[in-house]
């Protein structure tokens, strides 16, 4: 039976909790191994669907996977026995189009699915593919797949249209096993991208300017193995940090790097929310109720589209009226309507929600759509009175660990069921 949440609500959340690896720098990182014959050991891997997904893709594309004694993973591809990435593990997962560049470097071949795994709108790969062809490959599609050819991927100067993480990500990599220099112009500036480049330079990559706009790759004949230790999730760290703050709680968050979260903990602090920054640690306490605030999301170091979703839910219980306005995604709106059912006041007008803040939110059966309105409705059944039942929490499994066992171990009465 599908599996659903069950949240007793209007409990105070107090003690420590810890981060998890981050989901969107342990995917690419595990790409990476696909682009040399000697293992790649991820130290700290989440327990994620994604991850799980991600590794049985590379075992399909000949890879040995092995969890080790510490509970890192160690990957190694010493042939690629295949240069296809199939649609039924590809429309799981859009990350999966990361194996595109790696397979592309290391095999001259590579044929991937068109990636799915979303519901909050179109997030085309042509800003990938244009840069591929910039690297000297060809490129077609075909039947739902990206076919792409290169005798030898060469060096070259590429500028994205838009700021594409994935799309750095996916070129970093091509890039590192390319002949002569590359130079990516309008990088993403992610700490998951800057986190897959320092991967990339332990297994001997010449890369400069990762975390700014300008990324220069030297590409190198042969790449090694390594081992690497990925960043705290930045994104489960802000939930966790939200959930403390929507509950009116006590709550301590470890294991994470507060500068990956700044426009976060500055919006926070905006909203009346109590925060004592350490280096590896948030304390936060909630207000007896949030003020209003306005957010835009941006790429890096802006306000993340990621945890838009569960500032929204703050805002909902604010005292007075807020704005939201996506610009990164056109359908990340998904969580109102379930929200509503919940008693928020929110107004949406294309790009641009406006909360009303209520002075509470009320149990209800609510379903989530997709990874981050999931995290949201769990924030809102928190803070509900009465019980909040949540179904389709395979979503909220794909990018949080454990999360209602981490809840649950500071206070929140939250049960996972199957019936």
Same mark, same amino acid.
């Given at each position: ?123 085309p790969i042509d800003q990938h593919l244009k840069g591929f062809k910039k690297l000297g490959a060809d490129i077609s599609i075909e039947r739902g797949y990206v076919e792409a050819r290169a005798s030898r991927l060469k060096g070259a100067r590429i500028t994205t249209d838009l700021v ?10 091509? /890039? ?5 220099? !590359? ?5 993403? %500036?992610?700490?998951? +991208?800057?986190? @897959? $480049? #320092? ?118 219980? /604010? ?5 939201? !306005? ?5 359908? %990340?709106?998904?969580? +109102?309507?379930? @929200? $509503? #059912? ?78």
């Amino acid at each position: 039976m599908p599996a659903r949440l069950e949240i007793e609500g209007g409990i105070p959340l107090s003690g420590t909790v810890a981060v998890s690896a981050a989901k969107n720098a342990t995917l690419p990182a595990l790409a990476a191994a696909l682009l040399t014959a000697r293992p790649v050991v991820i130290e700290n891997p989440p327990g994620l669907a994604d991850v799980t997904t991600l590794t049985r893709l590379l075992e399909r594309l000949g890879a040995t996977v092995t969890r080790q004694a510490d509970g890192a993973t160690r990957v190694q591809v010493e042939r690629v026995t295949s240069s296809e990435a199939p649609y039924d593990l590809v429309s799981t997962m859009r990350a999966s189009v990361l194996v595109l560049g790696p397979l592309l470097a290391r095999t001259g071949v590579a044929r991937v699915a068109l990636p799915g795994g979303c519901a909050i709108g179109v997030r085309p790969i042509d800003q990938h593919l244009k840069g591929f062809k910039k690297l000297g490959a060809d490129i077609s599609i075909e039947r739902g797949y990206v076919e792409a050819r290169a005798s030898r991927l060469k060096g070259a100067r590429i500028t994205t249209d838009l700021v594409t993480v994935t799309g750095t990500e996916n070129l970093m990599m091509a /890039a590192a096993a390319a002949e002569g220099t !590359t130079v990516i112009e309008n990088a993403a %500036r992610e700490p998951e +991208v800057s986190d @897959l $480049a #320092r991967l990339l330079s332990a297994m001997g990559a010449r890369i400069d300017g990762a975390g700014t706009s300008r990324i220069e790759i030297e590409g190198v004949a042969d790449l090694g193995g390594a081992r690497h230790r990925v960043i705290p999730d930045r994104i489960e760290a802000g939930t966790l940090i939200v959930a403390g703050a929507i509950t009116r709680g006590d709550l301590t968050v470890t294991g994470l790097a507060p500068e990956h979260l700044s426009a976060v903990l500055a919006k926070l602090e905006e909203c009346g929310v109590t925060l004592d920054v350490a280096a590896d640690r948030v304390r936060v306490r909630g207000p007896e109720r949030p003020r209003p605030a306005d957010v835009i999301t941006s790429p890096f170091p802006g306000f993340p589209t990621d945890m838009q979703a569960q500032v929204m839910t703050l805002f909902g219980l /604010a005292d007075g009226l807020s704005r939201v !306005t996506e610009t990164i995604f056109e359908n %990340r709106f998904m969580h +109102v309507a379930e @929200l $509503a #059912r919940m008693g928020a006041r929110i107004e949406t007008d294309g790009a641009t929600a406006v909360i009303r803040g209520v002075s509470a939110y009320q149990g209800a059966p609510v379903m989530a759509s997709d990874l981050r309105a999931s995290a949201a409705l769990v924030l809102a059944g928190l803070a509900a009175r009465g019980q909040t039942s949540i179904s389709r929490v395979y979503h909220l499994d794909r990018g949080y660990e454990r999360l209602e066992v981490k809840l649950a171990g500071v206070g929140a009465r939250i049960e996972r069921k199957r019936s």
